[in-house]
């Protein structure tokens, strides 16, 4: 037990320094906010809300335990952004501890399960879902996930066992449905076992496979209403993520549908070749009989499904955080590799063991860099901007972030820059016109806050605005026809019911 502890310490002490900075980090207006002081869940945990997140989908996905885990911080800690920053860094280390513990089994070596342990934790990949507070639920079902890995190698074969895997596999779902490819995980560690995967193991996991079944279906029913998953060219995408694995450089929050398809397209070798290196890596391995390294390669494959448009989980073409789980994989496949090849004598070890010292060295010279750009919204995307400054995603919410802080001459541009790529950028055009209205601009904004306000005609906050800027121009009869329309979209919307009674007193006093 003292060992593992060693292990453990050596473990967490380079991550936690990696990852002090999130400790001081805030919120960022990429669906931090509905994860959490937004989200009914969180900021009034009643019974019916509780009811109704446990029972409903919620911004296009299905994950209950998440969101429960986030209204528990907020509970206990308050709405402070630290407290679940902290959450998020403790899951990651207690995920970190758990793949220690699966190297250790797989490899049967701790000091092996040691270094791959630390290549994945402080991988850049990995930052985007340890560093984001929206993604907890990458890092909840990786936790479970984990555990029921575990929980299947080491138990003994029988009912409990079952019992156990399923209940590790259900949290695992309700925390984020891409845990759905467990089943298949489980019956690659069976045939690493060289157990046959013959029609009583198949009905072992019968009720795995009925769960993943249901799961799956409820993802793709909570995407409905998002469309279908983004279509690529699934070796394409999969060479995308074995180059990010493998040369983790210019990482990227946020990859544009347009300008990644088109990298994917225009750099055609690029994003082949690694394809069909893994394809012939993971047939020669399973010639050969390398049951521990095909393994990996097989998990890897298995758990970048959802990710790659072939289980619909999600609409998103590509996402680092993707990675947190299927690099585990990679890392088992090449520690096992390196570990058959590597001739015997302590010479090979030492320069092994360097090797590993300095790739994770270069690992945290990217990784920590990359934490500090989710200090706040402006650093985030200001960094997406340098990757890709013709994003409109990432113009739009570097300027609602500038705004924010009150600086909206700063953010102008970055909403003209928006306009010209998207004339019809219903937030772009309600920000620029609020922007007009508040320096003293109200004839300029008109236009805009109008055609906000056709374009999302559920946007009270737009025909609020619109209201107000009728009312600087004196005109308080359209500004009324506008309140009401606001009130209409939202009763409860106090500054509509404040313009409404305003426009009615003016218009009673110029009628006298």
């Known amino acids: 037990m003292r060992r593992r502890f060693f292990f453990l310490a050596l473990l967490f002490l380079p991550v936690l320094a990696a990852y002090w900075p999130v400790l001081g980090a805030g919120y960022t207006n990429w669906d931090d906010p509905d994860y959490t002081y937004n989200n009914p869940a969180v900021n009034r945990p009643t019974a019916a809300n509780l009811l109704k997140t446990i029972t409903s989908p919620r911004l296009g996905h299905y994950h209950p335990l998440t969101d429960l885990s986030l209204a528990a911080e907020a509970a206990v800690f ?59 639920k990458n890092l909840l079902y990786a936790f479970f996930y984990l555990l029921a890995l575990l929980a299947y190698l080491r138990g003994r074969e029988g009912r409990g066992r079952t ?12 925390a984020k449905a ?32 009925a769960l ?4 799956t279906v409820i993802a ?23 180059l990010h694995a493998a040369w983790p450089l210019r990482l990227s929050a946020l990859y544009p549908y347009k300008e990644t398809l088109a990298e994917l397209s225009s750099k055609h070798l690029l994003y082949v070749l690694p394809a069909l290196a893994f394809a012939g890596a993971l047939a020669l391995a399973v010639k050969r009989g390398a049951r521990q390294v095909s393994f990996g390669l097989l998990f890897f494959l298995v758990n970048i499904l959802p990710f790659a448009a072939v289980i619909p989980i999600g609409p998103a073409l590509a996402a680092d955080r993707y990675l947190y789980l299927p690099l585990l994989g990679l890392i088992i496949a090449g520690l096992a590799a390196a570990a058959a090849l590597l001739p015997a004598g302590r ?29 706040s919204s402006e650093t985030l995307w200001t960094a997406v901007l340098e990757r890709f400054p013709a994003s409109e995603t990432a113009n739009l919410n570097l300027a609602q972030a500038l705004l924010e802080r009150g600086a909206p001459a ?49 946007n009270h906050m737009a025909w609020t605005n619109l209201g107000l800027t009728f009312l600087a121009l004196k005109q308080p009869g359209e500004a009324r026809k506008t309140f009401l329309t606001a ?21 009673r006093h110029t009628s006298r």
Not at 220 to 242: C, E, I, T
Not at 350 to 362: M, V
Not at 500 to 506: C, I, M, N, P, Q
Request: hydrophobic content about 60%.
């Open 163 to 174: 019992t156990l895997v399923a209940g590790l596999f259900l949290l695992a779902l309700l």
């Open 347 to 375: 010479r090979w070890r030492a320069a092994a063991a360097a090797a590993l010292c300095l790739l994770l060295a270069a690992e945290a010279s990217v990784t920590v860099p990359l934490i500090k750009t989710w200090r």
């Open 78 to 136: 308050g709405g402070r952004a630290g407290a679940h920053h902290a959450g998020n860094l403790l899951l990651h280390l207690a995920n970190a501890a758990l793949a220690f513990l699966l190297l250790s089994f797989l490899l049967g070596s701790d000091w092996l399960a040691l270094g791959g342990a630390l290549l994945w934790a402080l991988h850049p990949a990995n930052v985007e879902s340890a560093a984001w507070l929206a993604e907890r």
């Open 212 to 215: 993943a079944g249901l799961f």
């Open 178 to 209: 891409s845990a759905v490819t467990l089943p298949l995980a489980l019956l690659a560690l069976d045939w690493r076992a060289g157990r046959p995967l013959d029609r009583r193991n198949l009905l072992e996991k019968a009720g795995l496979l």
């Open 487 to 507: 009130a209409a979209a939202d009763p409860a919307y106090v500054p509509a019911q404040a313009g409404l009674a305003e426009a009615d007193r003016l218009l």
């Open 220 to 242: 793709a029913a909570a995407q409905a209403d998002r469309g279908s998953p983004l279509a690529a060219p699934w070796g394409k995408l999969l060479s995308f993520y074995l």
């Open 410 to 458: 700063a953010a102008a541009p970055r909403l003209l820059a928006v306009l010209r790529m998207n004339p019809d950028n219903a937030d772009a055009l309600y920000n620029l016109g609020t922007a007009l209205a508040r320096a003293g601009r109200p004839a300029e904004a008109l236009p805009l806050l109008r055609r906000a306000a056709f374009l999302k005609p559920s």
